[in-house]
């Protein structure tokens, strides 16, 4: 079916013209081409993309293969038969709202609203739309139209005698209490998002400025944080920056810039960091502060737009760690670091020393010990930080590197010692925990190596009611007054063997 228009109406009344707008759901343009609708994806081999530069503030209405009307959801780049897909970002009104005014976005480049205008739109008696439609400032831009779903009568469940309607979640119900057209999330409170919402079909996403990342929970968006075992680093995008100067809790710990970001590296030890033991985790924080620079940069940072600009640094490490190691520190029990934004590792190793002053661990050579010898092991921090502890809550030797094997003898357990041969040292870190035991080795011929697996937990200092605190406790109770560590996060580091000389 052709386009067809219907014109405005003239009276006249003496010498006077009067003229008298009519409904536009009575007087507007079909859209009626196939190309159009959302379901049509370009393609260049067959014609180049089209262009909307005959719409110019006219009322239209979607009919025919074009669609029943406007997406009301984020079209993808290349479809409806150009490269930047116009749909409209907001509810279709009721019939009782009138002509409401609506924003239309163009979607290109990954941006869900690269380019927007002002639409008009009206709820027309029999269930469909009109808009009034601007004329895109560029090319290549079409307004999209969509076939909604008809809503769905059957029952499920139990049935009631109204026989409504019901529409899949994530859509509403339409005024002709047929079609059930695309809810938008976004309309309510943001969605949740705490910065850009956009919305989907039958659903909506959150999205971050510039500099910034979703958190798990996908709604709130922050600067990304890598968490090391032995820093805290934070970048931060120059266009975020502005004109302000970066500095930490720590005033002489300053933001250094490489021309397109901020960058500020600091340690668990330093720049005022705070390091506290919250439920199963060490957490570390700190505060970026940024204030007017007091002259203009050399990076060429002559005004501001905002006067202050704070930003939570907070990185969570597990407090339980398994370390498993038969004769030094290797490729294959190198600490442990997860990349992430905000969760790492605090690293242990698990060092096997040459003698009791627990200062020369095994670097270049397996160790090979005689049944005879004393076995000098010690668990060992590689980041030294005040207001910690550790407690060695298990260590146990198996015959080879795997931590679940059946054949396994303990020599601490609970944090008890279990073999009496076990002595502990004292260290000057309260981390740091060292241990001697005779060399032995398990029963049967084959049986040539040892391996030892340590369980370590990390608590605070001053927490006079930590499982640390505690210390040996073989029969833990659940809330009799202090913590389970049964609950709390592992990793495992393996390694190994030491050799034993057991024909001599």
Not at 56 to 74: L, R, S, V
Not at 118 to 131: H, L, R, S
Not at 191 to 207: D, T
Not at 319 to 329: A, D, F, H, K
Request: aromatic letters at 8%; hydrophobic letters at 30%; one cysteine or more.
């Amino acid at each position: 079916m052709p386009p067809f228009l219907l014109l405005t109406c003239l009276f006249i009344t003496g010498t006077s013209v009067s003229p008298v707008a009519l409904d536009p759901c009575s007087a507007y343009i079909s859209l009626n081409e196939p190309w159009r609708n959302t379901d049509h994806q370009l393609d260049e081999s067959q014609g180049p993309p089209l262009c909307d530069n005959h719409v110019n503030g006219e009322w239209y209405h979607f009919t025919g293969m074009a669609g029943d009307a406007m997406p009301t959801f984020c079209i993808p780049e290349n479809h409806c038969g150009t490269h930047a897909p116009v749909w409209l970002n907001g509810s279709h009104p009721l019939e009782g709202d009138g002509i409401v005014q609506r924003q239309a976005c163009a979607s290109f480049n990954g941006n869900c609203c690269l380019w927007n205008t002002t639409v008009e739109v009206k709820a027309c008696p029999g269930g469909y739309y009109v808009y009034r439609l601007t004329k895109p400032s560029v090319c290549f831009h079409v307004y999209c139209g969509h076939f909604y779903d008809i809503c769905d009568e059957d029952c499920h469940g139990s049935c009631s005698d109204t026989s409504e309607c019901t529409c899949a979640p994530g859509t509403v119900l339409g005024p002709d209490r047929q079609t059930c057209f695309d809810k938008n999330e976004c309309e309510q409170n943001n969605g949740g998002c705490s910065e850009i919402c956009v919305n989907l079909k039958n659903s909506y996403r959150c999205e971050c400025g510039v500099g910034r990342v979703l958190r798990s929970d996908g709604k709130t968006c922050e600067v990304p944080v890598l968490c090391k075992s032995n820093a805290i680093e934070v970048s931060i995008p120059r266009e975020l920056v502005g004109g302000l100067e970066l500095f930490l809790t720590n005033t002489s710990c300053r933001g250094v810039s490489n021309g397109t970001h901020v960058n500020i590296l600091f340690s668990l030890k330093t720049c005022g960091t705070v390091v506290d033991v919250v439920n199963d985790k060490i957490v570390a924080s700190n505060l970026v502060t940024g204030l007017p620079k007091q002259t203009p940069g050399s990076s060429g940072d002559f005004i501001i737009r905002t006067s202050k600009l704070l930003i939570p640094v907070t990185c969570e490490f597990p407090r339980l760690y398994t370390i498993s190691e038969g004769y030094v520190p290797n490729l294959r029990n190198s600490p442990l670091e997860i990349m992430s934004r905000n969760h790492g590792i605090f690293p242990f190793t698990l060092e096997i020393f040459k003698d009791n002053e627990f200062e020369e661990p095994y670097r270049e050579a397996l160790p090979t010990l005689k049944l005879r010898d004393s076995l000098y092991f010690g668990i060992e921090p590689l980041v030294h930080v005040s207001g910690l502890e550790s407690l060695v809550e298990s260590c146990f030797a198996t015959p080879t590197s795997k931590i679940d094997e059946v054949l396994k003898y303990y020599l601490i357990r609970d944090g008890c010692v279990s073999d009496d041969s076990v002595k502990q040292y004292t260290s000057r870190d309260h981390l740091a925990k060292h241990f001697q035991v005779p060399v032995f080795k398990f029963v049967g011929k084959d049986h040539k190596e040892v391996f030892l697996h340590c369980r370590v937990l990390v608590c605070g200092v001053l927490d006079e009611r930590s499982r640390c605190a505690q210390g040996c406790h073989r029969r833990m109770r659940r809330g009799a007054g202090g913590e389970d560590s049964a609950g709390l996060q592992g990793q495992t580091l393996t390694g190994g063997p030491i050799r034993i000389d057991w024909e001599d």
